[in-house]
């Protein structure tokens, strides 16, 4: 079958940073999105990885591992805007979009 | 950056009336659209899968006389819930896959449906 695993919540504190965590298994593999949800709204997009390796952008960088089925969300100089939801969502063989139920990321002062 | 509208942004109507809501991808052409729904606090939920000038694929449980999906064009797609019931209140959100790149999608703002 097709899941994500993430940890359920995170919190931190504003101006660390932090790791989100995600191992996932997909039937076939057509690359990986981190998509960001705030509470009653859509999901935007983050970044997306189809190769092992690291893809910074900005205060965001996001890591993959194919062969571990593995991949980081990391989130620098937090601010308090970045409490959310993250979503880690792989492409299956037919580019379809595997969802599960995101990290709840809180972000204290 | 590519942008995909939805309209309306929220809606409230009465148990047994139609509500068509339209997802319209607005700088690119869209040669496949995507219909989800969100209950709170849980996972997106794709209900079905349109390509322009076909019909839409539903995904397993989902009624597909009852989630209308019509895709006439390459940047419009309307999903009409019919004879709504209080059970359909949701998020439903719309994303749009631009033809050029298989694999990004691209996500409307979403309407929340309200069914009293």
């Known amino acids: 079958g097709q899941n994500i695993d993430q940890p359920t919540e995170m919190t931190a504190t504003e101006g660390a940073i932090v790791q989100i965590n995600c191992t996932y298994q997909t039937s076939g593999f057509n690359g990986l999105f981190w998509y960001q949800q705030h509470a009653g709204e859509a999901p935007t997009f983050l970044s997306y990885n189809v190769l092992d390796g690291l893809e910074e952008k900005g205060r965001f960088s996001s890591f993959l591992s194919r062969s571990k089925g593995y991949s980081y969300l990391l989130l620098k100089e937090l601010q308090m805007k970045d409490s959310a939801s993250y979503l880690c969502v792989p492409s299956d063989s037919n580019y379809q979009l595997i969802w599960g139920a995101g990290t709840k990321l809180i972000i204290k002062p | 950056g590519a942008v995909v509208s939805q309209h309306p942004s929220w809606v409230i109507c009465k148990s047994g009336t139609s509500v068509k809501i339209e997802c319209r991808s607005l700088d690119f052409q869209a040669t496949t659209m995507f219909w989800y729904r969100q209950f709170p606090k849980q996972s997106l939920m794709l209900m079905a899968t349109?390509?322009?000038?076909?019909?839409?694929?539903?995904e397993q449980g989902v009624e597909k006389d009852k989630f209308l999906i019509n895709h006439a064009s390459l940047t419009l797609s309307t999903l009409t819930v019919t004879s709504a019931h209080p059970e359909d209140s949701s998020f439903y959100i719309c994303?749009?896959?631009?033809?050029?790149?298989?694999?990004?999608?691209?996500f409307g703002p979403g309407t929340r449906l309200t069914v009293t």
């Open positions: 994303s749009a896959r631009d033809g050029a790149r298989d694999y990004e999608q691209y």
């Open positions: 349109s390509n322009e000038g076909s019909k839409a694929t539903y």
